[in-house]
């Protein structure tokens, strides 16, 4: 049994109010957040008033299901009506929506309990967690090392027992990777399964919201509960109406998985090792390996790159400080001068490294080269994968190269990058995947593999990894937070 | 050595719907600044553009009356430059490959102006300069807006003016927008150039920018003409450059030239899926539209009888088109009923916008009443006249109005007797009369005209006039 469902049930027995729930997870975060920076905004308040509406609702047995009256995070580019949604950059510093993001708000309505706002690298840009403006998230596992990134925060949180579930959201691993170093399941839907209304855009065409959680029954909860047809997001599927948590325990015998030699390029041997003894427990379990090469992969990541940087840079370009958000105190002379010292000062260096990047490539003259050939490539890895397909069910592949590594690692940005080479493709490709933990390393890290699926297939793959998390004692949890 | 001008428009209209291009925001003019905005044409993050599908009918509707092909996939992207009076620092518009193309518009002439594209985007808040401060209203930040680019077919200052002006009212009729130039819902951007008579090549162009009346765009391109010409005739070359005009002074001004000319950094709209139209929607909004003025003009000429210029006339205004159609529907008498409108009814309004407000306090039935009295003989012409002045003003019909007198007309004795009055009074024009000339019956008639108020038939008071005027000695 998941957490949230085991909580839901002291919840309905009143065994336990969501109030105190809800004031042990607070005061956990107070106590243990300095060391972990998971959150870089606490809602007390507002956590303790929905919790007391949770109790109400579960007084008179109305209106409630499984997420009413449970703690949980929300990475802080996910918009939350009058509460600040900075993305972890000073330049959105004070800014708070006006609207709540639609998965949000689908929890919200269910009785979500938000305890704040989780910490992230500066717009999702990295996988580290240190480009953040509120500096790095600790990993639960061992504080010196990073949490993993963008969605860093999120899966401390979960992983640091400050929160059952978290949302993050994925452009190029974000939720995966940093659920793979925190030990945890994390999603990326596929894309246009969740509805992007609300979550501040880094590259609008890769970005999916994704949840985060210990267990993968807790992960298809919430997916199923912020999935679907949203009119304010012309991207998102008009008809998926995913069910992976009634269809987890589907019998999975027969089944066949992929396995893609070039997703295991840059792998370290100890990644390699645990995927490797996870292949053999499927097997173990009456699924079929076969072996599938997908060469476009060797371009995924440049291609990655040059679309993600090549979005951001227009996404980005909205933060002049004339409307919201951080704006460069007097001594400008005029507007251009404003918007230029505003944006000098509210952007770190990593962000700025991919606006230029971004506004590089889509120049006149540099466009045909490579945006253009990035689109191509896109195009031609969405067939690879759709062909990959036609041979299997799911495609297993280690979620990032390496275990956590040290937080201040000094990196050269390309090596930086390396680590969405195995995630990446994924979002070129607009499939969904789902990071869980698949053994741990000599210095008891945690390894995460991902299971990837069709389009709109979520189902399948959360199946397969409901089995796999049956069969195997993966599920760990870190020394900190909350102990119930 | 003389030049041809050389010249293409770039007309931007704003549609007629009732929401933004990508939001719920209304799209009325004159709000208090700032009193019409959203989350989504603010900008702010996070929100996501959400097509208006009524604007892309009504830029249909556009491309279908310039003839245009339609493209049932087209895409939008982004242009990409940075200003305070747009908030996403980029428009969502068209270029790689528009809503329709490949159109044109026939002048008087019979000349086409070919349109090249038609193009679906957005529009810009507005930035107000005052004395201490600068200030942005994003009211009209988002109000959905076509681009209509011409191909540079036009040839002189005459062609362009009657491009705008039937352009104007091509759009105002088939209600893809007001085009109202002073409240900025028609603008045009003006290209010049200027070649050697006869010659093949094109001369180096400029754009003037932003004009918004036609008389300007008439000023700017002669102003434009004469200052090219001049470069050329001294041996100097035209710059290419984006220039404005300055109205008060009457002179083009550069804003910037081509060396400094901004990389839009164009990519597809990842937050939009491409708009795709069936080739049903298209038909069925084309059957939406009203008959095209060019169409109705040619039925009023040859199947109703009308003069050219009374067609054209009924055809510039679509509630007065309407407002005829249904009339003649009603009464056998389509140019009686034409000459009543642009006679009469015409003269009740002083401005072009009264006249496409065209608002009246009666009905088209009951002109067709009038015309059905008159085309039964049962009232003159001329009370006709009288009768519908009365009508206009008080919105009563002709039956209300006209007396029973007046109905049956005048009796034979009446007649006589007012005929008799008539020479009486005209006793010098009867001696002209019986001197030979016949012309001075007119003022006996006319007499006889206005002591009826209008009642008495012209045909039988000349006749009993004559019968008179022989008893006379």
């Given at each position: 049994?998941?957490?949230?469902?085991?909580?839901?049930?002291?919840?309905?027995?009143?065994?336990?109010?969501?109030?105190?729930?809800?004031?042990?997870?607070?005061?956990?975060?107070?106590?243990?957040?300095?060391?972990?920076?998971?959150?870089?905004?606490?809602?007390?308040?507002?956590?303790?008033?929905?919790?007391?509406?949770?109790?109400?609702?579960?007084?008179?047995?109305?209106?409630?299901?499984?997420?009413?009256?449970?703690?949980?995070?929300?990475?802080?580019?996910?918009?939350?009506?009058?509460?600040?949604?900075?993305?972890?950059?000073?330049?959105?510093?004070?800014?708070?929506?006006?609207?709540?993001?639609?998965?949000?708000?689908?929890?919200?309505?269910?009785?979500?309990?938000?305890?704040?706002?989780?910490?992230?690298?500066?717009?999702?840009?990295?996988?580290?967690?240190?480009?953040?403006?509120?500096?790095?998230?600790?990993?639960?596992?061992?504080?010196?090392?990073?949490?993993?990134?963008?969605?860093?925060?999120?899966?401390?949180?979960?992983?640091g027992n400050l929160a059952v579930y978290s949302l993050g959201s994925d452009t190029g691993g974000s939720v995966r990777q940093p659920a793979?170093?925190?030990?945890?399941?994390?999603?990326?839907?596929?894309?246009?399964?969740?509805?992007?209304?609300?979550?501040?855009?880094?590259?609008?065409?890769?970005?999916?919201?994704?949840?985060?959680?210990?267990?993968?029954?807790?992960?298809?909860?919430?997916?199923?509960?912020?999935?679907?047809?949203?009119?304010?997001?012309?991207?998102?599927?008009?008809?998926?109406?995913?069910?992976?948590?009634?269809?987890?325990?589907?019998?999975?015998?027969?089944?066949?998985?992929?396995?893609?030699?070039?997703?295991?390029?840059?792998?370290?041997?100890?990644?390699?090792?645990?995927?490797?003894?996870?292949?053999?427990?499927?097997?173990?379990?009456?699924?079929?390996?076969?072996?599938?090469?997908?060469?476009?992969?060797?371009?995924?990541?440049?291609?990655?790159?040059?679309?993600?940087?090549?979005?951001?840079?227009?996404?980005?370009?909205?933060?002049?400080?004339?409307?919201?958000?951080?704006?460069?105190?007097?001594?400008?002379?005029?507007?251009?001068?404003?918007?230029?010292?505003?944006?000098?000062?509210?952007?770190?260096?990593?962000?700025?490294?991919?606006?230029?990047?971004?506004?590089?490539?889509?120049?006149?003259?540099?466009?045909?080269?490579?945006?253009?050939?990035?689109?191509?490539?896109?195009?031609?890895?969405?067939?690879?994968?759709?062909?990959?397909?036609?041979?299997?069910?799911?495609?297993?592949?280690?979620?990032?190269?390496?275990?956590?590594?040290?937080?201040?690692?000094?990196?050269?940005?390309?090596?930086?990058?390396?680590?969405?080479?195995?995630?990446?493709?994924?979002?070129?490709?607009?499939?969904?995947?789902?990071?869980?933990?698949?053994?741990?390393?000599?210095?008891?890290?945690?390894?995460?593999?991902?299971?990837?699926?069709?389009?709109?297939?979520?189902?399948?793959?959360?199946?397969?990894?409901?089995?796999?998390?049956?069969?195997?004692?993966?599920?760990?949890?870190?020394?900190?937070?909350?102990?119930? | 050595?003389?030049?041809?001008?050389?010249?293409?428009?770039?007309?931007?209209?704003?549609?007629?719907?009732?929401?933004?291009?990508?939001?719920?925001?209304?799209?009325?003019?004159?709000?208090?600044?700032?009193?019409?905005?959203?989350?989504?044409?603010?900008?702010?993050?996070?929100?996501?553009?959400?097509?208006n599908k009524q604007a892309v009918y009504l830029a249909l509707m556009a491309g279908s009356a310039l003839n245009c092909r339609v493209n049932?996939?087209?895409?939008?992207?982004?242009?990409?430059?940075?200003?305070?009076?747009?908030?996403?620092?980029?428009?969502?518009?068209?270029?790689?490959?528009?809503?329709?193309?490949?159109?044109?518009?026939?002048?008087?002439?019979?000349?086409?102006?070919?349109?090249?594209?038609?193009?679906?985007?957005?529009?810009?808040?507005?930035?107000?300069?005052?004395?201490?401060?600068?200030?942005?209203?994003?009211?009209?930040?988002?109000?959905?807006?076509?681009?209509?680019?011409?191909?540079?077919?036009?040839?002189?200052?005459?062609?362009?003016?009657?491009?705008?002006?039937?352009?104007?009212?091509?759009?105002?009729?088939?209600?893809?927008?007001?085009?109202?130039?002073?409240?900025?819902?028609?603008?045009?951007?003006?290209?010049?150039?200027?070649?050697?008579?006869?010659?093949?090549?094109?001369?180096?162009?400029?754009?003037?920018?932003?004009?918004?009346?036609?008389?300007?765009?008439?000023?700017?391109?002669?102003?434009?003409?004469?200052?090219?010409?001049?470069?050329?005739?001294?041996?100097?070359?035209?710059?290419?450059?984006?220039?404005?005009?300055?109205?008060?002074?009457?002179?083009?001004?550069?804003?910037?030239?081509?060396?400094?000319?901004?990389?839009?950094?164009?990519?597809?709209?990842?937050?939009?899926?491409?708009?795709?139209?069936?080739?049903?929607?298209?038909?069925?909004?084309?059957?939406?539209?009203?008959?095209?003025?060019?169409?109705?003009?040619?039925?009023?000429?040859?199947?109703?009888?009308?003069?050219?210029?009374?067609?054209?006339?009924?055809?510039?205004?679509?509630?007065?088109?309407?407002?005829?159609?249904?009339?003649?529907?009603?009464?056998?008498?389509?140019?009686?009923?034409?000459?009543?409108?642009?006679?009469?009814?015409?003269?009740?309004?002083?401005?072009?916008?009264?006249?496409?407000?065209?608002?009246?306090?009666?009905?088209?039935?009951?002109?067709?009443?009038?015309?059905?009295?008159?085309?039964?003989?049962?009232?003159?012409?001329?009370?006709?006249?009288?009768?519908?002045?009365?009508?206009?003003a008080t919105g009563k019909r002709a039956e209300e109005l006209i007396t029973a007198r007046d109905m049956q007309g005048i009796s034979e004795?009446?007649?006589?007797?007012?005929?008799?009055?008539?020479?009486?009074?005209?006793?010098?024009?009867?001696?002209?009369?019986?001197?030979?000339?016949?012309?001075?019956?007119?003022?006996?008639?006319?007499?006889?005209?206005?002591?009826?108020?209008?009642?008495?038939?012209?045909?039988?008071?000349?006749?009993?006039?004559?019968?008179?005027?022989?008893?006379?000695?």
């Open positions: 049994m998941g957490r949230i469902e085991y909580l839901h049930k002291l919840l309905k027995h009143r065994e336990l109010s969501a109030r105190e729930l809800a004031k042990q997870y607070l005061d956990a975060i107070d106590r243990d957040n300095t060391a972990l920076n998971a959150y870089v905004n606490v809602t007390r308040e507002e956590a303790l008033e929905s919790a007391q509406k949770a109790d109400e609702a579960f007084r008179k047995g109305e209106g409630v299901g499984l997420l009413t009256g449970i703690p949980m995070a929300l990475k802080d580019n996910i918009s939350t009506r009058g509460t600040e949604t900075t993305c972890c950059s000073k330049i959105l510093r004070g800014y708070k929506p006006l609207y709540d993001a639609t998965a949000w708000s689908r929890l919200k309505a269910q009785g979500a309990v938000l305890l704040g706002k989780t910490n992230m690298d500066e717009f999702a840009m990295g996988s580290s967690c240190e480009t953040s403006c509120f500096g790095p998230a600790h990993n639960p596992f061992d504080i010196s090392r990073s949490t993993g990134g963008s969605s860093g925060g999120s899966a401390g949180a979960v992983a793979a170093f925190c030990g945890l399941v994390g999603l990326k839907p596929t894309y246009g399964a969740v509805s992007r209304s609300g979550l501040v855009a880094f590259a609008s065409s890769l970005d999916q919201i994704g949840p985060m959680a210990q267990t993968v029954e807790d992960v298809a909860i919430v997916f199923d509960a912020i999935a679907g047809a949203d009119p304010l997001d012309s991207t998102s599927s008009k008809t998926y109406v995913p069910q992976t948590f009634k269809n987890l325990n589907n019998d999975i015998k027969g089944k066949t998985i992929g396995i893609v030699p070039q997703l295991f390029s840059e792998v370290s041997s100890e990644v390699a090792q645990a995927v490797e003894s996870a292949l053999k427990t499927f097997e173990g379990m009456g699924i079929n390996l076969v072996s599938i090469d997908i060469p476009e992969i060797h371009y995924a990541l440049p291609a990655y790159h040059i679309l993600a940087c090549a979005e951001a840079s227009s996404n980005l370009a909205r933060y002049d400080g004339v409307r919201f958000g951080h704006r460069t105190g007097e001594g400008f002379a005029s507007v251009n001068e404003m918007m230029i010292k505003t944006r000098s000062e509210g952007f770190s260096q990593e962000v700025k490294r991919r606006i230029l990047m971004g506004t590089y490539v889509l120049s006149k003259g540099y466009c045909d080269a490579y945006y253009k050939k990035a689109q191509l490539l896109r195009e031609g890895l969405s067939t690879a994968f759709e062909k990959a397909f036609e041979k299997c069910d799911a495609i297993l592949a280690p979620t990032a190269p390496t275990t956590a590594f040290r937080t201040g690692t000094q990196l050269s940005p390309v090596e930086a990058y390396k680590a969405d080479i195995c995630t990446a493709p994924v979002n070129i490709a607009g499939v969904p995947a789902v990071s869980l933990c698949c053994g741990y390393s000599h210095h008891e890290l945690p390894v995460g593999m991902q299971l990837i699926g069709r389009r709109f297939g979520e189902e399948a793959i959360m199946n397969l990894a409901y089995k796999f998390q049956q069969n195997t004692d993966f599920v760990r949890t870190a020394d900190w937070g909350v102990r119930l | 050595m003389s030049y041809e001008l050389v010249s293409g428009l770039e007309t931007h209209i704003e549609l007629s719907t009732d929401s933004k291009l990508f939001c719920l925001c209304s799209t009325r003019f004159g709000a208090e600044p700032n009193t019409l905005c959203c989350p989504v044409c603010l900008g702010h993050p996070g929100t996501l553009p959400v097509l049932l996939r087209s895409v939008m992207e982004r242009k990409n430059y940075s200003y305070p009076d747009l908030p996403k620092a980029y428009q969502i518009t068209q270029l790689s490959t528009p809503l329709c193309e490949d159109g044109y518009l026939e002048l008087s002439s019979g000349k086409r102006i070919r349109i090249t594209r038609i193009q679906v985007e957005e529009d810009a808040g507005k930035v107000v300069h005052t004395e201490d401060a600068f200030c942005v209203d994003y009211n009209r930040c988002g109000v959905p807006l076509i681009e209509i680019v011409s191909e540079p077919d036009i040839s002189s200052v005459e062609e362009a003016k009657e491009y705008v002006e039937k352009l104007r009212i091509l759009m105002r009729y088939i209600g893809v927008s007001d085009c109202k130039m002073q409240e900025g819902s028609m603008r045009c951007d003006v290209n010049v150039s200027l070649k050697k008579q006869g010659a093949e090549t094109l001369g180096t162009r400029t754009e003037i920018k932003n004009m918004s009346s036609v008389s300007s765009i008439a000023r700017a391109m002669e102003y434009e003409y004469a200052r090219q010409k001049d470069i050329l005739e001294k041996g100097g070359s035209v710059q290419r450059q984006t220039l404005r005009f300055d109205e008060a002074k009457g002179i083009t001004i550069p804003m910037r030239s081509k060396e400094d000319a901004q990389d839009y950094r164009f990519f597809c709209e990842p937050d939009l899926q491409p708009v795709v139209l069936t080739q049903q929607e298209v038909e069925d909004v084309r059957h939406s539209m009203p008959m095209l003025p060019s169409e109705k003009e040619k039925i009023y000429t040859e199947q109703l009888g009308l003069t050219k210029s009374q067609a054209a006339l009924l055809t510039k205004y679509r509630r007065i088109s309407e407002f005829y159609d249904e009339a003649v529907k009603l009464c056998a008498e389509p140019q009686l009923a034409a000459g009543f409108i642009t006679g009469q009814i015409f003269s009740l309004f002083a401005t072009e916008g009264e006249k496409e407000e065209f608002s009246l306090r009666i009905t088209p039935h009951s002109l067709a009443e009038l015309c059905t009295l008159v085309q039964q003989k049962t009232i003159s012409k001329n009370l006709a006249k009288v009768t519908l002045d009365k009508m206009l004795e009446e007649l006589m007797s007012l005929c008799q009055a008539a020479l009486e009074l005209n006793a010098p024009a009867v001696a002209d009369f019986k001197n030979g000339k016949e012309k001075a019956l007119m003022a006996f008639l006319g007499t006889v005209m206005r002591q009826s108020r209008g009642a008495a038939d012209p045909e039988r008071a000349k006749a009993c006039l004559l019968k008179l005027l022989s008893n006379i000695n």
